[in-house]
């Protein structure tokens, strides 16, 4: 019998990790199989527990339970924890094994796909949220000139430095602070391309050369990189490489096997 995994979240309908997952085991030749599954808001545990109880070997995990997932775990990643988050659940035979594999995803996708080394560079991050708290680390340890984060609500950016500060050079304040900034790359952590709206991006925030990248993605252009485009930068991506390169980071922690992530992005573009 296949080794079972699974995505549990709330909703689950849109996600593409069984196809992400079914490409990866194609391509390994791992003989597992992987599905959706669609928990309560109030009955996360419960979820896990009985699919754990069932044979299952491990798990994706998706809003809203990220943070409930982390406090299940016996065993987190330093990663998992600054992060405050896990998405991804490993079962042994001595516990729940967590991890947050959304930060060095981003990092793959920036230095494999998008050619983009982050020693030296000055980085920016627009939001202070889970999505961001998830990437700080990851981020940090590839050596940044500087790391700002900016937020509307700017205590939430204070308060994301102050715990990160050990790890590199930060600085925090709001979207204003950072006018004539010239970072190499800006990220958007924020919601905001989800729901269809435009950033209050002030003047100089992009060098010459720079790159912008929305961790929302979509079968077109979201409005943050429409937006960033028009404000200089030279470079636009969406966030799908990064989703496909911490499903990958994932089924290496799972497998053992590291899987190609190039002919995966191509497949789920042409979808």
Known sequence: ????YAVIGHPISHSKSPLIHAAFARQTGQEMSYE??????????????AFRAAGGKGMNVT???????LGLA??????????????TLRFDADGIYADNTDGVGLVRDLSGRLGLELAGKR???????GAARGVILPLLEEKPALLAIANRSVDKAEALKAQFAPFGALAAG???????????????ATSASLAGAALDLPPGLFAPGALAYDMVYGPSET???????RLGAAQVADGLGMLVEQAAESFFLWRGV??????????????
């Open 223 to 229: 409005p943050f990189m429409i937006q960033a485009r």
């Open 258 to 271: 590291r899987p190609e992530t190039a002919p995966v992005m191509a497949m789920l573009r042409n979808i």
């Open 1 to 4: 019998m296949s080794d079972r």
């Open 63 to 69: 809003l809203p339970f990220k943070q409930e997932a």
């Open 74 to 87: 016996e065993k987190p990643t330093e990663r998992a924890r600054l992060a405050g988050a896990a998405n």
């Open 174 to 188: 709001g979207f204003g602070d950072f006018a004539g900034g010239e970072f190499d790359l800006v990220i958007n």
């Open 123 to 129: 980085v920016l991050i627009l939001g202070a949220g």
């Open 36 to 49: 959706a599954i669609l928990a309560p808001l109030d009955g996360f545990a419960a979820a896990v527990a």
